[in-house]
């Protein structure tokens, strides 16, 4: 979940933690100013930046779960946490706690809550 801020609703842009976000989704009736719960499903989000995916923000790493074949990380974006699964790969290193990262997302991934 991200709390997020109206900065131009005719455009769909969101202020998340001082990074812009646009939304290609409808801001519910949202004016500028408005303050919007904001969620993202984690499999819709990839730890770095990656092909395909228009929105970034960037964090750091707060927590590292293994289960098994994946990992479950979460990332704080300010006073915001999300939470995304990644396979477990051993030619990759896991992330670190206290890490900078991007996260990246498709904008039309994202819920307008309120």
């Avoid at 202020?15 to 939304?23: C, F």
């Avoid at 990380?73 to 006073?79: D, H, K, L, M, P």
């Avoid at 051993?90 to 670190?96: D, F, K, M, R």
């Amino acid at each position: 979940m991200l709390e997020g801020k109206v900065t131009d609703a005719a455009s769909g842009k969101v202020q998340v933690n001082a990074q812009e976000v646009s939304l290609k989704s409808k801001l519910n009736g949202s004016k500028s100013g408005d303050t919007l719960s904001l969620a993202l499903r984690p499999e819709a989000i990839s730890l770095a930046r990656q092909p395909g995916h228009d929105t970034s923000l960037s964090g750091e790493i707060a927590e590292v779960h293994f289960l098994g074949s994946v990992i479950r990380v979460r990332v704080g974006i300010g006073g915001n946490t999300v939470s995304l699964d990644t396979f477990n790969n051993s030619a990759t290193p896991p992330p670190v706690v206290g890490e900078k990262a991007d996260i990246s997302f498709s904008s039309g991934d994202m819920l307008v809550l309120h």
